[in-house]
């Protein structure tokens, strides 16, 4: 799969293919290689597999973005997904969760990640989210 799209957060890092798949390595301490809580570092490049329940599942992912220790993803959709250190975003955005993940009703096209939990989001009325 040819690599598409890269990021950093806070000791670690994911990559995304043409064909949306999700890859990361690194520090995992809050879920930000999307695995759960206990396994604490990963020393090579995993697949991450999205663990999500009620039957929901993640089309295509086509964006990410890497902070301090959270991540945003975007789907063929145009839906938000967060996940890692995500406790500011549930009672914000009316989050449903999937597992790790969060979604959310805001159909993204744009997206950045910073410290502390920052996110922005434009959607697509041009209209900016900051959370």
């Given at each position: 799969?040819?690599?598409?799209?890269?990021?950093?957060?806070?000791?670690?890092?994911?990559?995304?293919?043409?064909?949306?798949?999700?890859?990361?390595?690194?520090?995992?301490?809050?879920?930000?290689?999307?695995?759960?809580?206990?396994?604490?570092?990963?020393?090579?490049?995993?697949k991450?597999?999205?663990?999500?329940?009620?039957?929901?599942?993640?089309?295509?992912?086509?964006?990410?973005?890497?902070?301090y220790?959270?991540?945003?993803?975007?789907?063929?959709?145009?839906?938000?997904?967060?996940?890692?250190?995500?406790?500011?975003?549930?009672?914000?955005?009316?989050?449903?969760?999937?597992?790790?993940?969060?979604?959310?009703?805001?159909?993204a096209?744009?997206?950045?990640?910073?410290?502390?939990?920052?996110?922005?989001?434009?959607?697509?009325?041009?209209?900016?989210?900051?959370?």
């Open positions: 799969d040819k690599i598409v799209d890269i990021c950093c957060g806070y000791e670690y890092g994911l990559f995304l293919t043409e064909t949306g798949s999700v890859w990361g390595r690194g520090v995992n301490s809050h879920g930000q290689i999307g695995q759960r809580k206990g396994i604490f570092n990963i020393s090579t490049m995993l991450i597999e999205f663990d999500v329940h009620d039957n929901v599942a993640i089309p295509k992912i086509i964006a990410l973005a890497c902070g220790d959270h991540n945003l993803m975007i789907d063929s959709e145009h839906r938000l997904w967060v996940f890692g250190n995500t406790v500011k975003y549930g009672p914000l955005y009316k989050a449903k969760l999937h597992g790790w993940f969060l979604e959310n009703d805001i159909k096209m744009h997206i950045s990640c910073g410290a502390d939990q920052l996110s922005l989001c434009i959607d697509e009325n041009g209209i900016l989210f900051t959370f």
